[in-house]
């Protein structure tokens, strides 16, 4: 068992970004994980509802949702040093953003519906529309999540996804690869591909380290992924 708290990246940790991904051993204890990672000002989070909303961490509206939802969001934005912003999975993607040229930072759940809305794609555009972030200078990781390996999803799904991230998403064993579906509404949104990188680990396969909600049929913990402003 790994007794970190959470994990890191090397892209935001050489650009001396406060962030993690948190282990089963850190949980989704917020005031635990900003006190672990030095973060003065917490970590800000929202009600989620697997839509594609955004929000700033004070919870003013940045991008309405697309699609009728629940009351929410699922993408958090931090302008102000110190303040983090943070979202909650057990399988879905966290993707957490940091502009290198103002500073500013967004974490994002996407989940099967956020991945076909491009979420991961919307946090970059709220950088862009709120800080004057350019894309080609944002920092995006995309955290441990439900690998293809243990993602089976429905026939009618992997066509829905097929058309819209390549054909390649999917085997024929409809076994669905939701990470590589955020890494292209990534690279759509301008972000290079060089300033992208994947943590590895499947959070269905490896019971140790992670809690999963398909793995453990709903009764699970949940991870907390953040990132501060700078």
Same mark, same amino acid.
């Given at each position: 068992m790994d007794e970190r708290l959470f994990l890191t990246s =090397? $892209? $935001?940790s050489v650009a001396g970004v406060a962030h993690g991904f948190s282990l089963r051993t850190g949980g989704d204890d917020a005031r $635990? $994980? %900003?006190? %672990? %990672?030095?973060i003065p000002r917490g970590i800000s989070t929202v =009600? /989620?509802? =697997?839509?594609d909303r955004v929000v700033a961490a004070n919870g003013k509206e940045i991008f309405p949702a697309t +699609? #009728? /939802? +629940?009351e929410g969001a699922d993408a958090v934005v931090a302008f102000e %040093? @110190? +303040?983090?912003a943070g979202v909650r999975v057990a399988d879905c993607v966290p993707v957490l953003l940091y502009a290198e040229d103002m500073g500013a930072a967004a974490a994002v759940h996407s989940g099967w519906r956020g991945s076909r809305l491009s979420i991961a794609g919307r946090g970059v555009r709220a950088l862009q529309h709120v800080a004057g972030a350019d894309p080609a200078r944002i920092l995006a990781v995309i955290g441990p999540s439900i690998g293809r390996c243990c993602y089976e999803v429905s026939a009618e799904m992997v066509a829905q996804f097929r058309g819209l991230f390549g054909e390649d998403v999917a085997g024929e064993d409809r076994h669905l690869d939701l990470r590589l579906c955020v890494e292209r509404a990534l690279l759509a949104a301008g972000v290079p591909q060089e300033r992208i990188e994947q943590l590895a680990g499947c959070t269905s396969c490896d019971i140790a380290s992670f809690f999963s909600h398909r793995r453990d049929? @709903? #009764?699970t913990g949940r991870h907390l992924a953040f990132v501060a402003a700078g």
């Open positions: =090397h $892209l $935001l $635990l $994980l %900003a006190e %672990a %990672a030095s =009600h /989620q509802v =697997h839509g +699609e #009728r /939802q +629940e %040093a @110190g +303040e983090a049929k @709903g #009764r």
